[in-house]
């Protein structure tokens, strides 16, 4: 029992000897949140201590402006529209709370002040005017709240609204899907997998949206296809996908905004600045 009792910990210590790992599966599997773009704590409130956007979450005088409100997914769309606005003209406006979902009337467990602080993003849409309201997050229990914001936004804003649908969930996380198709397979996971929850959220979400007003983007059309869902975009560490279950990394957030940003962008043209307040 006791060497049984001392292998376990050199195995611990050694993190299950992950040096027998090729270095871009440990990478991969070792992926950090890249969290550096998301405006943590300026536009990504944490609702326990913090209940006030900083003026920056708004980019003055760019139109067509982008207002994004949601929880951290949404957050994590940061690095491709900053990404796509290298080519195209657009601003951001950035109004987002770590796992609170974008639909008013809505108190979620264990998250402090959602309801307060979607009244607020609500109050702010209407002061800054934007042209596209865009929701996103993950609202699977909240379909109908989802649908009433949509509603409300309709009535009280100018804005075109458009509901982005949840992104994959991965069951273990990607990196650990990473690493277990490696310990099965010995060989680096392919670009698509079906490790992934059922989407079962998109079809009754675009349908109760799009009768309250609003068009809807499948994240999912985007990136998964009858092979699976997309784990990475190239052979390095850095092409992973997602650095958890459900939260894009960097090279996905711009994979998915590059797919989608048109139709976000459908139809809008710049308008004058003066419309901000």
């Not at 990475?232 to 090279?251: M, N, P, V, Y």
Request: hydrophobic share 45%; charged share 20%.
């Amino acid at each position: 029992m006791v060497l049984i009792a001392v292998a376990g910990g050199v195995v611990v210590q050694g993190r299950g000897f992950d040096f027998r790992l090729p270095t871009e599966i440990r990478a991969m599997a070792d992926v950090p949140t890249q969290s550096s773009q998301w405006r943590v704590h300026e536009c990504l409130l944490d609702l326990s201590h913090e209940m006030s956007f900083a003026e920056s979450c708004v980019d003055r005088d760019r139109r067509p402006l982008i207002f994004v409100w949601g929880d951290s997914t949404a957050g994590a769309l940061l690095p491709g529209l900053r990404k796509a606005q290298e080519v195209r003209d657009f601003g951001i406006a950035q109004f987002t709370s770590s796992s609170c979902i974008p639909a008013l009337n809505v108190d979620v467990a264990g998250v402090p002040n959602c309801r307060a602080i979607n009244d607020q993003i609500l109050a702010r849409a209407r002061e800054i005017n934007p042209d596209i309201l865009l929701l996103h997050g993950a609202a699977e229990k909240y379909l109908d709240n989802v649908a009433g914001t949509v509603a409300a936004l309709k009535k009280q804003t100018r804005a075109r609204v458009v509901v982005l649908g949840p992104v994959p969930i991965w069951r273990r996380g990607l990196p650990n899907e990473v690493l277990r198709y490696f310990m099965l397979h010995h060989r680096l996971i392919p670009e698509r997998s079906n490790a992934v929850s059922t989407n079962w959220v998109d079809a009754p979400l675009r349908a109760k949206v799009m009768a309250s007003g609003a068009e809807y983007i499948s994240v999912w059309d985007a990136m998964c296809n009858a092979d699976g869902c997309l784990t990475r975009i190239g052979d390095a560490a850095s092409d992973i996908s997602a650095s958890d279950q459900a939260h894009l990394t960097e090279k996905g957030s711009v994979f998915l905004v590059q797919s989608i940003i048109d139709d976000v962008l459908r139809g809008q043209t710049p308008r004058s600045s003066n419309a901000t307040q």
